[in-house]
């Protein structure tokens, strides 16, 4: 009788030792693919379904051994779709994977300067992105507000998931660039020339597209400041721009400048109805919080920096330096 049951409890140990071994074989065992492979998993997909997608593929050799896994930890079942980036570690771990929701990520940079019009197009290209954009009632689907989306994205990198929507990342923009004039203008020079916080998103779009050096933005924040409070037009190019549309091809005529458009702040005075690109933090601190100084002009030196002046006679000298490539 002793003999028979240390048989058993032999043969018990046997099969114990030889279940431990396939268990931790099955844990351990990698999925068969040679590189990282993108794997979409649908909403409503159990693991039998997956176990068998990955079988079918060639991924796995069988699914039984899996399920017994996921009988002993049931967590395994808890399937979060989305796309995934398996490798060939173990397949448990890409099972886990798709269980701690760790889908691919991908991104999508606003570039501080870019008017919304190059944002849209550029919205059409980004990858696994939902494009679900209405371009003819922009900023209700984004804003809520029948106004015009210029100026309201905030310049940053904006990170998604596979079938996040295109609304869903400029509304993160958008609440972004709010909460950012927001806390700017409760910190503003109190001395500035803006009715509203909206007007200070305008000349900060301005300040934007005229600054070639980060560190001269106040400088020319000043400028522009300057010219308002002396009721002097802005007369700055990048407005001009922005009212000929899609219709300038890379060179300002003087007939552009002549031409009554409500962007051209050559023939109108003060700011321009709507912002004419998507300022950056910087910019918008700049046009908020401008240095005390008395210049009125500036011209582009040629190599991103600007000479600044006080008077009519020092720009005019300015510009036959930088422009006319003459000196006295």
């Known amino acids: 009788m002793l003999k028979v049951i240390l048989s058993v409890l032999l043969l018990a140990l046997i099969t114990t030792l030889v279940g431990y071994q396939q268990l931790q074989a099955t844990i351990n065992s990698p999925l068969n693919i040679t590189t990282p492979t993108q794997f979409e998993v649908e909403k409503g997909t159990g693991f039998n379904k997956l176990c068998k997608q990955w079988q079918a593929k060639g991924w796995l050799n069988s699914c039984w051994r899996y399920q017994v896994v996921a009988k002993l930890d049931p967590t395994l079942t808890d399937l979060k779709a989305g796309l995934y980036e398996l490798t ?46 209405n371009t003819e009632q922009l900023a209700q689907q984004i804003r809520g507000e029948d106004t015009h989306l210029e100026g309201w994205l905030f310049p940053d990198t904006y990170h998604y998931h596979s079938n996040d929507t295109a609304t869903s990342l400029l509304k993160r923009a958008a609440e972004k660039m709010q909460q950012t004039l927001a806390q700017a203008w409760q910190q503003r020079d109190k001395n500035v020339p803006y009715k509203n916080a909206y007007e200070a998103l305008i000349m900060a779009s301005i300040i934007e597209k005229e600054t070639g050096l980060a560190s001269e933005r106040p400088l020319i924040a000043a400028v ?18 922005y009212g000929l549309g ?26 321009p109805p709507t912002p004419i690109a998507m ?10 919080n401008p240095p005390k100084t008395e210049y009125v002009y500036f011209v582009a030196k040629g190599d991103g920096s600007h000479q600044f002046s006080t008077t009519l006679k020092q720009h005019n000298a300015a510009v036959k330096t930088y422009i006319l490539n003459k000196t006295n």
């Open 88 to 133: 060939n570690t173990s397949v448990i771990n890409n099972i886990k994977k798709i269980n701690n929701g760790e889908q691919l990520s991908f991104s999508f940079t606003i570039i501080e300067g870019q008017n919304l019009r190059e944002v849209i197009a550029a919205i059409a290209n980004a990858p696994q992105l939902n494009n679900n954009l």
């Open 224 to 241: 522009f400041v300057n010219r308002l409070n002396a009721n002097m037009r802005l007369q700055t190019d990048p407005t001009v721009i």
């Open 246 to 271: 899609e219709g300038f091809d890379g060179d300002i005529k003087r007939k552009d400048l002549r031409d009554y458009t409500p962007y051209n702040t050559y023939r109108i005075k003060g700011l």
């Open 279 to 288: 300022p950056s933090k910087a910019a918008i601190l700049a046009a908020l």
